[in-house]
């Protein structure tokens, strides 16, 4: 199939200028996104039920009839919703100081006055010129959207109003405030830019702390319904969101982008394709695009090299550690209501810097606290804990694969997340005694899943030096190629967004503006009426053939597949439509000849579970597949199979296609007799079995949990591979005892 655009990169840039050119324009756009998960840091991950939003923490300005609410609204067919945050949206709290700022400026500039009497004139002032410092900035987003002979006049603007907003933060406090706690204070949400006060431009402080004034919102259900309702106009007018797709090079010809080349990781063996289009846009980071993507030498080269010199004096901005946490009960029980909080040990933002050491003793001076459940309104109930940082302190484990980085890393993240939680504790009394289950990502976990580089998720770091130098922008010096996302707009989800409507503008010439102006106005799609497409490649229609229960939460489903799937591997899993927008995954049990076998636990009573329990035989829906990485390994060596509940279904796939399992031992771990898969499933199990039965004493079993086996029974460890799949807990409880013993490899898959 031929494109009309490609665009690389599924985060909010880039399913916006996909989007746009699918709505407004009609194009045919494939956007490639190297993970398994479209919509980059928009995207939420799940374990046992529960799911957490990784980059979506709220959104300003989205009142109903907001610009921001109209592209939101446009891009998702108006079926995106939102649930407002409580009017207090951020609570901030130092040492003597618990600041609360509401919703409205007015309320917010009074609660300051109040708590602030002395600076009552500084603190007008100050908002006054953050209303000032944004209209500034706002010009450069503009530039990137007009035709390009009006931009010198925007420039000529920005040049006579710009002293303020191009100076540091900390110059500007510092020079209008006298209280270290009203500097501190006004300086709290510097994590929504990533840079502490004295390397952050004060343009950059004065729109994150004008876009949220009036408030925030979250989407209801989750940020993933972000990216599924943006795809769906992509997909209606015939182009694709396809995941797994790692693209290595841009295909320059005649000095002109014409297409991509990239690594398809669905299937069992990565295989190299090559897209072609007349036009390419990089969602991925100007950084990326310049110095992974195009050639640094030749032509290509010598016209990129003033972009990739202004990133390299530009430097790298923050990552952030952050902490998971699965809560036993409903958080509003100690008094949390939905709001954030920012909470400090001292007023020193800039002392972030040596933060780094500090938070690797377990000692953090700074993090943000979220519950994203209450804010989408879904459960299991959750929170989030973010402390910002830089990527250097975890250099060292930089090469070791992801998810078997070693006893040591997986130590220093217990440690960092122990004392993370124990900050949060200071704020939110009780929160601690709430945690079912905990986890720490990295930032090398976001430099994996988001490509990054050192996780510095915000892209080119918001300085003075960015907004004096020439704006990067959507343009390049390559013909055919552009930029969408933060580095082509500004930082943040809407920022990233308003880069991806200047890349669709400057992808559609001198009509782009006015076209997707009128278009987003009017909220009438340009689409030619031409009815249903075919789904695009990798997903495939399905109908639910049989569906038996096994255990009094566990079905066993079968569905048969339209289409051919093609080379798939046992241990990877498929992605089914549940309604609604919403996708969830589940391991293939079994694919042969076009059946495809799920074992879908609905212990959890969420979408998914619903989904299965009413789904009646004959009920058509979707299936993306295959995807996944996980996969059994012929490497000769003993292996063991660890699972508990549905984590078996991989396996099964595993054990139906292994050469041989006589010296394998499988482990599997469940509550009672009633709820042992192993005796209900039809398949060949290895030659050692370990059942274990945690609730119930019977022959034949072993009394415990499988991780009590896995320490008491005989099983030689050493030098076997071992495989892990269930729940999170578990998976985490077996790899401490498989850190320290002599295994040859670990693959785990939590689910």
């Not at 923490?57 to 592209?71: A, C, E, K, N, V």
């Not at 790298?316 to 509003?332: E, I, K, N, Q």
Request: hydrophobic residues 40%.
């Amino acid at each position: 199939m031929t494109y009309d655009a490609i665009v690389i990169g599924s985060g909010i840039g880039g399913l916006t200028t996909a989007g746009l050119l699918a709505r407004a324009a009609d194009k045919r756009v494939l956007v490639l996104e190297r993970h398994t998960e479209p919509g980059g840091l928009t995207h939420t991950f799940r374990r046992d039920g529960a799911s957490w939003d990784v980059g979506v923490h709220y959104i300003g300005q989205l009142d109903p009839g907001s610009q921001i609410r109209t592209y939101f609204d446009y891009l998702s067919d108006g079926e995106l919703e939102w649930n407002r945050m409580p009017e207090v949206y951020d609570r901030f709290v130092y040492p003597g100081i618990d600041l609360r700022a509401s919703s409205g400026p007015e309320r917010y500039e009074r609660t300051l006055i109040k708590e602030f009497p002395a600076e009552a004139a500084a603190i007008r002032r100050y908002f006054k010129d953050v209303r000032r410092a944004t209209s500034w900035a706002t010009l450069e987003f503009v530039q990137g959207m007009v035709p390009r002979p009006i931009t010198p006049v925007l420039r000529f603007v920005q040049r006579m109003t710009g002293r303020t907003a191009t100076g540091t933060t900390k110059a500007y406090l510092d020079a209008h405030f006298r209280s270290p706690e009203l500097k501190a204070v006004l300086a709290s949400q510097w994590g929504d830019y990533g840079l502490p006060p004295s390397r952050s431009a004060f343009a950059v402080h004065a729109m994150i702390v004008s876009h949220y004034l009036d408030g925030g919102w979250f989407p209801k259900g989750g940020s993933a319904h972000i990216a599924r309702t943006f795809e769906k106009g992509i997909e209606q007018a015939g182009g694709a969101v396809r995941v797994a797709q790692e693209v290595t090079e841009i295909l320059i010809e005649d000095g002109a982008a014409v297409g991509v080349r990239a690594l398809d990781h669905r299937g069992p063996i990565a295989r190299e394709r090559t897209y072609r289009a007349p036009v390419v846009i990089s969602a991925i980071g100007a950084s990326s695009t310049f110095s992974r993507l195009l050639p640094t030498g030749g032509a290509v080269g010598r016209a990129t090299a003033p972009a990739r010199r202004t990133i390299k004096r530009l430097g790298t901005g923050a990552s952030a550690v952050t902490v998971f946490l699965r809560l036993r009960d409903d958080p509003r029980s100690i008094g949390v209501d939905g709001g954030n909080i920012w909470v400090s040990r001292d007023l020193d933002h800039d002392a972030a810097r040596t933060h780094g050491a500090a938070l690797l003793e377990g000692k953090p001076r700074n993090a943000f606290v979220s519950f994203p459940s209450l804010k989408s309104g879904e459960t299991p109930h959750t929170a989030e804990i973010i402390s910002f940082c830089d990527a250097e302190p975890f250099a060292s484990w930089a090469d070791r694969p992801q998810g078997d980085r070693g006893a040591d890393y997986s130590a220093l993240k217990e440690r960092i997340a122990s004392g993370m939680l124990a900050l949060a504790e200071t704020a939110v009394p009780g929160l601690t005694d709430l945690v079912e289950y905990m986890e720490a990502s990295t930032p090398l976990t976001f430099e994996h899943y988001t490509a990054h580089p050192a996780g510095a998720f915000y892209g080119v770091p918001a300085t003075p030096q960015r907004y004096k130098a020439r704006p990067l922008g959507p343009r390049t010096a390559v013909p055919g190629l552009l930029l969408s996302g933060q580095d082509a707009g500004s930082l943040g989800i809407v920022g990233a967004m308003m880069g991806g409507v200047a890349a669709a503008c400057q992808a559609l010439g001198s009509r782009g503006y006015p076209m997707i102006t009128k278009a987003v106005r009017t909220k009438t799609p340009t689409q030619s009426d031409i009815g249903p497409r075919l789904l695009p490649e990798g997903k495939h229609h399905v109908t639910v053939a049989s569906k038996r229960r096994l255990t009094p939460s566990i079905w066993e489903v079968n569905l048969e597949v339209e289409g051919s799937v093609g080379a798939w591997a046992p241990g990877q899993f498929a992605r089914l439509h549940v309604g609604d927008d919403s996708w969830r995954d589940y391991s293939i049990a079994g694919l042969e000849d076009g059946v495809l076998q799920l074992l879908i636990s609905t212990r959890t009573g969420g979408r998914g579970s619903r989904f299965i329990e009413k789904v009646e035989t004959g009920t058509r829906t979707v299936v993306e597949l295959p995807l996944g990485g996980y996969q059994l390994k012929e490497t000769g060596r003993p292996r063991i199979f660890i699972a508990t509940g549905t984590g078996l279904a991989p396996f099964l796939a595993m054990f139906r296609h292994a050469d041989s399992l006589e010296r394998d031992t499988l482990l599997f771990g469940c509550r009672n007799r009633e709820e042992d898969l192993t005796a209900m499933v039809d398949a060949t199990l290895p030659g050692r079995m370990v059942r274990c039965l945690s609730r119930e004493t019977a022959d034949g079993f072993f009394h415990g949990r499988v991780t009590e086996a896995l320490a008491e029974a005989d099983i030689d460890l050493s030098g076997a591979d071992v495989y892990l799949c269930g729940s999170a807990a578990m998976v985490m409880d077996c790899r401490a005892i498989l850190d320290q013993a002599d295994a040859a490899e670990v693959l785990t898959e939590p689910y």
